[in-house]
């Protein structure tokens, strides 16, 4: 094979995606994957006739980037939305609440659902009311989710929406994660409209006949499936573990094992842990910065029943428990509730969600002690008679970025540093965007970048 134009560092949906635009460009990629499969934390496998996420399962509607891509890999015709009734709940004093509906990330859009609701107190439902009269913050800057839901909505919204919600979706600690970079539409409602509320109800959304989320009938994987099937033969190299950055147009990538690859452009899209060794002696500044993002580590515990072993009607997507509850559990998807063609027939498949910021010693424990921590806790819940048919244990050190207040600040530092090294671009969760739609949606502005790049050099 020629000689890459360009080096990608890391073959998750960041670095898949990157490659997938650039090929399109006519660019030659080449994609250098450590392990020896593509899509990082994206996981899908089939076991017994039971379609198993072990990582991502939802591609976020709001945030079309994902769809999109699908739909220009062909994957169009195969998207589905949850099923209905497209709820969820939360768990308070060891009971499943309903989430009150005509609500937006939890946040009441309707007074009437939020008065007959069991899962605020009445002090809490009032302070969730008096937002309407919550001066707007003067201040511009950043702030946790914690200290802005704290301030508008009160501690109680904080403990049973915004901890087990806004930040349990990033595994992360509500008093640590980012506003701005994480919710920053809710920020701006804050000040175009005075109030998280009134801005809400100002933007009259009809509601989506889809729900929130798609995925495919062969899980997020199918999605990866797709890039790699598109991308030229031997575009990716498995097992090839990036050591070293060095040079200046041509780069030079030093692999684990002595090979070294010359390109004109190298796109870093390892998580940032990962990256910041790459860096060491080539820009420590730019290291700094890559090791100082922290990640959270999770697991995720995937259990396949016959459905009549299990009690409870599971009508809805799942249930999220704020870590008030002191369960291990941080959620729980009732999976072939929320999605079809998941199980074979008469079956169910539920999956629980561990660790995060907040249970940060979660991998410590075997595969088995997470097993049964997570069986035992769907038991109580769940109303489950017996032992599971199929058990999977997925487990994932430092995989979620967290983008903790001051991210966006550092991150435009890191920026402005990168500009002095043309030709090298970073992408992927630990950079920019936290979910797969905004990596998809970085992955194709920076390939666009790195096609200028190249253009411009070639001139
Ligand atoms: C359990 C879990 C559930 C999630 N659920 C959802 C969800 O439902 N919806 C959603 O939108 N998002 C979800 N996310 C977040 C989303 O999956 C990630 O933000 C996204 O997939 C990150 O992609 P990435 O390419 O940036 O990183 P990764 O997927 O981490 O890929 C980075 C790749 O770099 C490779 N690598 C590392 N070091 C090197 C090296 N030195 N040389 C070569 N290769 C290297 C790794 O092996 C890996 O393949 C979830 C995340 C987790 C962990």
């Avoid at 949850?82 to 709940?89: I, K, Q, V």
């Avoid at 009269?133 to 914690?146: A, C, Q």
């Avoid at 002696?281 to 910065?289: E, H, S, V």
């Avoid at 990640?295 to 009549?308: H, I, K, N, P």
Wanted: aromatic fraction near 6%; glycine fraction near 12%; charge should be neutral.
């Amino acid at each position: 094979m020629p000689s890459p134009h360009v080096v990608i560092i890391g073959g998750g949906i960041a670095g898949l995606t990157t490659a997938w635009a650039l090929a399109a460009r006519g660019v030659r990629p080449l994609v250098l994957e450590r392990a020896a499969r593509p899509g990082g934390v994206i996981l899908t496998e089939h076991i017994d006739g039971f379609t198993i996420d072990g990582g991502p399962d939802a591609l976020l509607i709001q945030k079309p980037a994902a769809l999109q891509l699908a739909r220009e890999l062909g994957l169009g015709e195969r998207l589905f939305p949850t099923l209905p009734p497209r709820t969820a709940f939360v768990l308070r004093g060891g009971r499943l609440v309903r989430l009150p509906e005509a609500s937006f990330l939890g946040i009441p859009t309707r007074i009437g659902p939020f008065i007959t609701t069991d899962l605020f107190s009445w002090p809490g439902k009032i302070r969730m009311g008096l937002e309407l009269l919550v001066p707007k913050r003067l201040s511009n800057d950043d702030e946790s989710i914690g200290s802005f839901m704290g301030r508008r909505f009160g501690r109680e919204a904080v403990t049973y929406l915004a901890e087990p919600l806004l930040a349990g979706i990033h595994a992360g600690d509500v008093d640590r994660l980012s506003m701005r970079a994480l919710f920053g539409r809710l920020l701006e409602a804050e000040h175009s409209h005075g109030s998280v509320i009134r801005a809400l109800r100002s933007l009259k959304m009809p509601a989506s006949p889809h729900g929130a989320f798609m995925s495919l009938p062969g899980g997020v994987g199918e999605l990866v499936d797709a890039l790699v099937a598109a991308l030229p033969a031997g575009t990716i190299r498995y097992g090839a573990t990036a050591a070293a950055v060095e040079g200046a147009g041509p780069y030079r990538v030093h692999l684990e094992g002595g090979e070294a690859l010359e390109a004109r452009a190298v796109v870093l899209s390892a998580p940032a842990w990962a990256t910041a060794p790459l860096l060491d002696g080539f820009d420590a500044g730019l290291a700094a910065f890559c090791r100082s993002v922290p990640y959270a580590s999770t697991a995720t515990v995937a259990l396949g029943f016959r459905r009549d072993q299990i009690g409870h009607p599971m009508e809805g997507s799942g249930f999220v428990v704020p870590r008030a509850e002191r369960t291990a559990l941080m959620a729980g998807s009732w999976i072939t509730s929320k999605w079809p063609m998941r199980a074979p027939e008469g079956m169910a498949l539920i999956r629980g969600f561990l660790g995060g910021a907040g249970d940060p010693y979660i991998l410590d424990r075997s595969d088995e002690e997470l097993r049964r921590a997570t069986l035992e806790e769907m038991t109580a819940l769940l109303d489950i008679r017996g032992e599971p048919v199929v058990s999977r244990v997925y487990r994932w050190p430092r995989a979620s970025a967290q983008h903790e207040v001051g991210h966006h600040a550092r991150l435009a530092a890191f920026d402005a540093r990168l500009t002095a090294h043309p030709g090298l671009f970073a992408t992927g969760s630990g950079f920019r965007g936290s979910g797969i739609p905004d990596c998809v949606a970085d992955a194709r502005k920076v390939a666009g970048e790195v096609a200028a790049f190249l253009g411009s050099e070639s001139e």
